[in-house]
């Protein structure tokens, strides 16, 4: 079956800081049109940071769209023809305060491609150092040290929803126990 949906007509609904919306109109497979609610986002560069002790740094921040504090791991918006791994790299430094000696993508991860075409690229942090954090000025943010076993215990609880976060989690925890090598 061909599932391919060709555009026939794009329509900017909405632009804003960091997303624009459209309103796309497809020919369907079966030769119907319909219409798709595009969120568009510059991308993302998301970052599993895990100590030499096997701890890995997460962030709490408010979260407005869903009104309530998040603890989640350290990530940011792409710049302007940033490459991720350069987004990767200040993010980390920002947010926790630390700089990571090696930095590996893992994976690439579409965060909601049932309305968003935002990508995240994924880096796990290893042999970190101290540094000096400097959050943007409207990120209001503290960074903290929490063991997997006490993370995947939050998720279980409900504690920690983020997917980004849950899935960085579990994947610190393959790393750790020496399932999945990133080098």
Same mark, same amino acid.
């Given at each position: 079956?061909?599932?391919?949906?060709?555009?026939?007509? =794009?329509?900017?609904?909405?632009?804003? +800081?960091?997303?624009? /919306?459209?309103? &796309?109109?497809?020919?369907?497979?079966?030769?119907? #049109?319909?219409?798709?609610?595009?969120?568009?986002?510059?991308?993302?560069?998301?970052?599993?940071?895990?100590?030499?002790?096997?701890?890995?740094?997460?962030?709490?921040?408010?979260?407005?769209?869903?009104?309530?504090?998040?603890?989640?791991?350290?990530?940011?918006?792409?710049?302007?023809?940033?490459?991720?791994?350069?987004?990767?790299?200040?993010?980390?430094?920002? =947010?926790?305060?630390?700089?990571?000696? +090696?930095?590996?993508? /893992?994976?690439? &991860?579409?965060?909601?491609?049932?309305?968003?075409? #935002?990508?995240?690229?994924?880096?796990?942090?290893?042999?970190?150092?101290?540094?000096?954090?400097?959050?943007?000025?409207?990120?209001?943010?503290?960074?903290?040290?929490?063991?997997?076993?006490?993370?995947?215990?939050?998720?279980?609880?409900?504690?920690?929803?983020?997917?980004?976060?849950?899935?960085?989690?579990?994947?610190?925890?393959?790393?750790?126990?020496?399932?999945?090598?990133?080098?």
């Amino acid at each position: 079956m061909d599932y391919f949906e060709r555009t026939i007509k =794009e329509e900017r609904k909405y632009t804003g +800081n960091i997303i624009n /919306v459209e309103k &796309i109109t497809v020919l369907l497979p079966n030769g119907k #049109e319909a219409t798709r609610d595009v969120v568009r986002h510059p991308g993302a560069a998301v970052i599993v940071p895990i100590k030499d002790n096997g701890n890995i740094l997460l962030v709490k921040q408010y979260r407005k769209p869903c009104d309530m504090i998040s603890l989640e791991i350290p990530a940011g918006k792409l710049d302007k023809d940033e490459e991720p791994v350069a987004c990767a790299e200040r993010e980390l430094s920002e =947010e926790t305060g630390y700089q990571a000696k +090696n930095l590996h993508k /893992v994976m690439t &991860i579409h965060s909601a491609p049932g309305f968003s075409d #935002e990508v995240l690229h994924m880096y796990v942090a290893t042999g970190l150092t101290k540094c000096e954090a400097c959050p943007d000025e409207d990120e209001f943010i503290t960074s903290g040290e929490y063991s997997v076993t006490d993370c995947i215990s939050m998720v279980n609880s409900g504690e920690i929803t983020d997917a980004k976060t849950i899935i960085g989690i579990f994947l610190a925890d393959r790393i750790i126990r020496g399932e999945y090598k990133t080098s």
